[in-house]
């Protein structure tokens, strides 16, 4: 059960684009469309924002969006925005009824 | 709106139990599978266990024989009871709602601290 990677950081200024990267194996990212991604700014409860890779929950906006090749799921902020500065969490369904979580990315807003 | 309340974290010292709580309400409780989530201080996110409809649970190897996820859907609520707790079970429990293989609603968590 190795968690998915994650960079630790990543950064944009308010409208530019930033992708996050989430690797697994083919194990789990590779072998499962069940990847999902979190937006968590710290004391407050994570948030679904994509799931089965590249869907949107009813009410995220479609500035996020995600992507998966192979082993590497991806989620793409677009029009960055100043609330959009939090930790996000990419997730993979691994099979044998096990989730496993990447280590997460802090996006900074500058 | 789906809303999620956990509540029984607090203080205990290592080799000890302890039982995490979680009500829920705005959505019908028994129709949708449960998991627990845990993030350590500074760490990531965890995932280590679920519960379906039907009771049928599923645990991850760093909390397998000791922890016991368990729900009771006439009081629309879900359990964890810790036991064997370790200096590394510290951390905030989320309840979460599963869907489908994600995970969609989320509580403001609880924090365990085992220390001695």
């Known amino acids: 059960q190795s968690a998915l990677t994650q960079p630790p950081s990543a950064s944009g200024s308010p409208g530019q684009s930033v992708t996050i990267s989430c690797t697994g194996t083919?194990?789990?990212?590779?072998?499962?469309?069940?990847v999902s991604w979190y937006q968590h700014h710290p004391g407050k409860a994570p948030k679904l924002m994509i799931y089965?890779?590249?869907k949107r929950p009813s009410g995220v906006p479609d500035r996020f969006s995600g992507s998966k090749s192979g082993n590497t799921a991806s989620l793409t902020v677009s029009g960055l925005q100043a609330e959009d500065e939090a930790d996000y969490y990419c997730s993979s369904f691994a099979g044998s009824n096990i989730w496993v979580f990447g280590g997460g990315t802090k996006l900074t807003v500058l | 709106e789906a809303e999620l309340v956990e509540s029984g974290g607090g203080l205990i010292q290592p080799g000890g139990s302890l039982r995490l709580s979680c009500a829920a309400s705005?959505?019908?409780?028994?129709?949708?599978?449960m998991n627990w989530v845990r993030q350590a201080p500074g760490k990531g996110l965890e995932w280590i266990s679920y519960v379906d409809r039907g009771g049928i649970v599923y645990y991850a190897d760093s909390v397998r024989g000791r922890f016991t996820i368990s729900r009771d859907n006439a009081q629309n609520s879900l359990f964890l009871q810790m036991n064997s707790l370790r200096a590394e079970d510290t951390a905030v429990y989320y309840c979460v709602r599963d869907l489908h293989f994600a995970f969609d609603s989320w509580g403001q968590g609880t924090l365990v601290t085992v220390s001695s």
């Open positions: 083919s194990s789990d990212v590779g072998d499962y469309n069940y």
């Open positions: 705005g959505f019908t409780f028994s129709s949708y599978s």
């Open positions: 089965d890779f590249s």
